[in-house]
C-alpha cells in the first residue's frame, strides 16, 4: 500500500518529469501490470520518466531511451532498436522434423528435444541455407522463431 500510495502522491501536482526507483518492487502482479501500463500511458502526456529498475521486460515494455550502466559509467544509451544494433542483430531457430537427421550437412550443430530439431542461425542467409537443405532432404520445417537481444542479454556482454 505504502508503493501504491507514493506513486499516486507522485502525481498530485501533475509533474512533468517523475523519477522512480522500482516502481513495482513489492506489488501483487495485478497492480504492478497495472502500474506498468500506466507508466506506458504517461508517455502521451509528455511526461519524462526516468526509471530506475532491475526488472529488465518492465524497461524494455515501458521505456523509450535506456541507458546501460557499469560501475557508474554510461557504456550505451538509446533506443531499444538502436541498442540491439549495438550489441547484436536479429537471429533465428529452426524446428523440423526429419527422418534422418544425418543427411543435415552444412548448418550448425542441432539440438532435439520433444521430438523436434533444432538449428540456430545467426542470419537472414545462414537461416535460407539450413531451410533449403532440410527440405531438400525430405524435412518439414515445423517453425521459424526470430529472437533479438533481451536487455538481460545486452547486460551480459556489458558485463564481460
Known amino acids: 500500500m505504502k508503493r501504491k500510495v507514493a506513486i499516486a502522491r507522485s502525481l498530485m501536482h501533475n509533474p512533468s518529469v517523475l523519477i522512480y526507483d522500482e516502481p513495482t518492487s513489492g506489488l501483487d502482479p495485478m497492480t504492478s501490470r497495472y502500474i506498468i501500463g500506466f507508466l506506458r500511458d504517461l508517455r502521451y502526456e509528455k511526461k519524462t520518466i526516468v526509471l530506475s529498475a532491475?526488472?529488465?521486460f518492465q524497461v524494455e515494455t515501458i521505456c523509450d531511451k535506456v541507458m546501460i550502466l557499469r560501475r557508474?559509467?554510461?557504456?550505451?544509451?538509446?533506443?531499444?532498436?538502436?541498442?540491439?544494433?549495438?550489441?547484436?542483430?536479429?537471429?533465428?531457430?529452426?524446428?523440423f522434423?526429419?527422418?534422418?537427421?544425418?543427411?543435415?550437412?552444412?548448418c550448425r550443430e542441432y539440438t532435439y528435444e520433444g521430438g523436434l530439431y533444432k538449428i540456430p542461425a545467426d542470419s537472414i542467409e545462414e537461416l535460407n541455407t539450413c531451410t533449403g537443405i532440410i527440405a531438400s532432404k525430405g524435412g518439414r520445417?515445423?517453425?521459424?522463431?526470430?529472437h533479438y537481444p533481451s536487455l538481460e542479454e545486452m547486460l551480459v556482454k556489458v558485463g564481460k
Open 54 to 56: 532491475h526488472n529488465l
Open 72 to 95: 557508474g559509467k554510461m557504456v550505451a544509451m538509446g533506443t531499444m532498436n538502436e541498442l540491439r544494433e549495438m550489441f547484436g542483430s536479429i537471429s533465428y531457430t529452426i524446428t
Open 97 to 106: 522434423t526429419i527422418d534422418d537427421i544425418n543427411t543435415i550437412k552444412g
Open 141 to 146: 520445417v515445423e517453425r521459424i522463431e526470430s
